[in-house]
């Protein structure tokens, strides 16, 4: 695509500056020649439009040499200079040609013979022009490569992120929700509303899970609803081998955090680390701003021999890639292990809005 | 084929209430299944089985400590054996694999009937190999992580980071860890293959060695070796043990 031609904005704007250039070229024509205000605009007025048009043309061999290193510069520069010698020599000629018809009008007499004083001139302007568009087409070419980059890299950005939630959605993880079915059909015959009472947190957790799909941060408050919906389902399951302990500092929960960060966290918690203890155990969950860091904590009770507790499942991987995909350096996520308690601490900037 | 009135006196091994619960309502319409215990955890589910003798089984394979794979493991002889599990691919193609009966959580009644009506004929018969299962059921690349081994009701688990050798007895393999000594009915090779190749070394015929033990390799006789473990037992290494012994030695760097 012809980075002017396509563009009406920058038409218009090239046309514009070809109108400063027309005004600059009778101004320059009369003070060297000696020829009248109106013998000259009759020339240069039909010379700017065609050459204008010639200039146009100048994409075509920048398009065909692009400077892709040092070593083509001669080679570009030869074909260049040698278009605008033969497009001005062309353009000087019609300019010539124009000044003998108007030369013929009584009115503008002798005109031929004032603009032959002209012709150096013009011929310089020619081959100038026709340069200074050779290098205005390759700006817009230039530019137009690093806006095409950026573009990409925004797509592949969007793509990155797109694929990183689809992951995590499919991470909702059958297990759980089977079970969860499990305990609701079980729940129906003991205790019908608390049935209905789970159908509702499951559903809850589900659609929670499912729409913060399209969000890059969500107030920490929200996570946590949602952990409290997961871990409310899980303590039906578990029963009295579940416990729950909380210490938010109130003024994190307007902080924000990219979505489904803590769940797999939490989701680890109860299936590695509950799950495989004969009594249960305890998870507990802190939140506190140290400096300018929002610092969470997800810990648990878990069996030291066990050694899949150990392993830092797929959840603990992702939820670290994150951090580091989005924080670089500034985030962090230590995993500490002290006798029975499993520890997963991050540590991210504290961020008042969504970035 | 047993007739209704032929009785199935069974255990309900799950360690969640609810899902218990769920099953004993759900056979409540099986007058011919008459549940005699319910187990919250593997370890109740040996000690049971060895002293009620049942018929049949539901296990939960999902559980604390003592899963049911390696619940099956400790019973055999045993009673017959229905799975029951949420959501495990690899499991429900191990099952598949091994013609093994399973239910998926939640159970339905129908799919109940069926798996009930079968167990009636699988009463006498071997159960299915708990170890290939098991294998066949553990996600590929995985490795055992511990090893269940039974004493009379009791049972021990080894996690695999402290068992310092294995040696193989005839049809057993006794597992040595911190001193002590284990009796396991399981061959030496069975019992290599499902550990990581990275970590145990089969230095002779007779023996499997914790790599972490391994404090020196020591010429014994002309042609043969000893290592000495870092508890100071010695144990024969084979001419072959030694080249994978070395290989893994110098692999490590």
């Not at chain 1, 240069?44 to 994409?59: E, G, N, Q, S």
């Not at chain 1, 509702?200 to 659609?207: C, D, G, N, T, V």
């Not at chain 1, 939490?266 to 998870?283: F, Q, Y």
């Not at chain 2, 229905?82 to 598949?96: G, L, N, P, S």
Request: contains cysteine.
């Amino acid at each position: 695509m012809h980075p002017i031609l396509a563009r009406r904005e920058r038409l218009v704007i090239y046309l514009l500056v070809w109108v400063v250039i027309g005004v600059l070229l009778e101004a320059l024509l009369m003070t060297a020649g000696h020829t009248g205000w109106l013998e000259t605009l009759s020339l240069v007025a039909p010379l700017c439009v065609i050459y204008a048009l010639f200039c146009l043309a100048a994409w075509y061999p920048v398009a065909a040499i692009p400077i892709e290193g040092m070593d083509v510069v001669p080679r570009a520069l030869v074909a260049h200079l040698t278009a605008a010698l033969l497009l001005s020599i062309v353009w000087t000629a019609l300019g010539a040609g124009l000044a003998y018809l108007l030369g013929q009008a009584r009115y503008f007499s002798g005109f031929y013979t004032r603009f032959r004083a002209q012709v150096p001139l013009l011929l310089g302007a020619g081959v100038l022009l026709y340069l200074l568009s050779v290098v205005l087409h390759y700006a817009l070419v230039a530019f137009e490569a690093s806006r095409q980059a950026e573009k990409r890299e925004d797509e592949a950005r969007v793509l990155a992120r797109d694929a990183e939630l689809k992951a995590l959605k499919a991470q909702v993880n059958p297990h759980f929700l089977f079970n969860s079915l499990n305990s609701i059909s079980a729940l129906t015959s003991v205790d019908p509303s608390r049935a209905r009472e789970m159908c509702i947190l499951l559903s809850e957790f589900l659609r929670t899970t499912l729409g913060l799909g399209e969000k890059a941060a969500i107030p920490l408050e929200e996570e946590l609803s949602l952990i409290r919906s997961f871990l409310a389902v899980e303590k039906v399951r578990f029963g009295a081998r579940l416990c729950v302990e909380e210490a938010i500092a109130p003024e994190c929960l307007s902080l924000f955090v990219p979505p489904l960060l803590l769940q797999p966290l939490v989701e680890n918690a109860v299936g590695h680390g509950i799950g495989n203890l004969l009594e249960g155990g305890v998870i507990r969950l802190e939140a506190r701003i140290e400096g300018d860091r929002l610092v969470i904590v997800v810990a648990n009770s878990y069996d030291p021999d066990s050694v899949r507790s150990h392993r830092n499942g797929l959840g603990l991987a992702n939820v670290r890639n994150r951090i580091q995909m989005r924080y670089g350096s500034i985030g962090a996520l230590h995993v500490r292990t002290a006798d029975d308690r499993f520890e997963v601490e991050i540590a991210i900037p504290a961020e008042t809005e969504a970035l | 084929m047993s007739s209704p009135e032929n009785r199935l006196r069974a255990i309900v091994v799950d360690d969640e209430e609810l899902a218990r619960h769920a099953l004993r309502e759900l056979l409540r319409a099986h007058p011919e299944i008459e549940v005699i215990a319910e187990c919250a955890n593997g370890f109740e589910a040996v000690k049971a089985v060895s002293e009620m003798a049942p018929d049949l089984l539901f296990l939960d394979i999902q559980m604390p400590k003592l899963d049911g794979f390696e619940v099956l493991e400790l019973l055999n002889p045993g009673p017959a054996v229905i799975f029951v599990t949420a959501y495990d691919q690899y499991a429900m193609r191990a099952f598949e694999v091994h013609a093994v009966d399973y239910l998926l959580k939640p159970v339905s009644a129908s799919r109940l009937a069926t798996a009930i009506r079968q167990a009636h004929d699988r009463i006498g018969k071997p159960l299915p190999p708990a170890l290939e299962l098991a294998s066949a059921a553990r996600p590929p690349s995985e490795y055992l992580e511990r090893l269940a081994v039974r004493d009379g009701t009791r049972v021990h688990i080894i996690p695999i980071a402290k068992l310092d050798y294995a040696e193989a007895q005839d049809d057993y393999v006794a597992l040595h860890s911190g001193g002590k000594q284990f009796l396991k009915q399981q061959t030496i090779s069975s019992l290599e293959s499902a550990l990581d190749p990275a970590r145990f070394v089969r230095i002779h015929r007779s023996y499997l060695v914790n790599l972490e033990r391994v404090v020196k390799i020591e010429p014994y006789t002309k042609d043969s070796r000893v290592v000495v473990l870092t508890d100071g037992a010695q144990l024969p290494v084979s001419r072959a043990g030694y080249t994978r012994l070395q290989d893994l030695l110098e692999g490590k760097g």
